[in-house]
């Protein structure tokens, strides 16, 4: 049915997102990672991977592998979820494409430095594109539920969201 907001399709992405955020739950580190932050120095970075022990190293690794998975899931599903509630369809990819390449970036960067340990610089800036990933990410977000909300209302399924 094409007035669905989710088709099948769309809900077994979700379901595969959900999947991998478990996944970085159970096998990621059981402590704060970079990629949880809003914002760090390359100083408080540093010192994060210093007081992380081996084991803990590996696992951050592991989750930051699965997050590559959980990354591309949800910045397809906001893609799809934004072409649903926005007219301009370049924009909708844009806006649901930017967080998803700036957590790429994130990510990959991280990668590489669990294994390449001497390579910290990069911690310097890391944490302008971690602040750019979640702030778009919540730029995109509002604008997905506002303009979803506003669909509903508009095609008179408001009744719904009222109480009975």
């Not at 979700?14 to 390359?42: R, V």
């Not at 690794?61 to 590559?68: H, P, Q, S, T």
């Not at 310097?124 to 303009?147: C, P, Y």
Request: net charge positive.
């Amino acid at each position: 049915m094409q007035d669905r907001f989710w088709d099948r399709e769309q809900k077994a992405l979700l379901g595969l997102m959900l999947l991998f955020l478990l996944g970085i739950i159970i096998l990621g580190p059981q402590q704060t990672t970079l990629d949880a932050k809003l914002y760090y120095t390359g100083d408080e970075a540093r010192a994060l991977l210093q007081g992380m022990g081996d084991a803990t190293l590996h696992r951050y690794f592991i989750g930051e592998l699965i997050d590559l998975c959980f990354l591309s899931t949800y910045t397809a599903a906001l893609i799809v979820a934004l072409h649903k509630v926005l007219k301009n369809k370049a924009i909708a990819t844009i806006l649901g494409a930017v967080p998803g390449l700036f957590d790429l970036i994130e990510t990959s960067t991280i990668l590489y430095v669990l294994k390449h340990p001497e390579v910290q610089s990069v911690f310097d800036w890391l944490g302008v594109v971690t602040f750019l990933k979640w702030t778009i990410g919540m730029v995109a977000l509002v604008i997905l539920i506002l303009r979803g909300v506003r669909k509903v209302s508009l095609k008179g399924g408001y009744h719904l969201l009222e109480k009975k």
